[in-house]
């Protein structure tokens, strides 16, 4: 993998962390993500 895919890919991963964070505990609950999962969750271990 390019550097330049590997950047836009950890960017991606970032943004899509900080999103889940900003969600309240009881949204996450209704998607099925614990706030301590959320990485693994979209890193999708």
Do not use: F
């Not at 009881?26 to 969750?41: K, N």
Request: glycine share 12%; aromatic share 2%; charged share 40%.
């Amino acid at each position: 993998m390019k550097l330049g895919e590997r950047l836009r890919k950890y960017v991606e991963l970032r943004r899509a962390v900080r999103e889940l964070e900003g969600l309240d505990d009881r949204t996450l609950h209704d998607i099925g993500v614990a706030r301590s999962h959320i990485r693994g969750a979209v890193e999708g271990r």
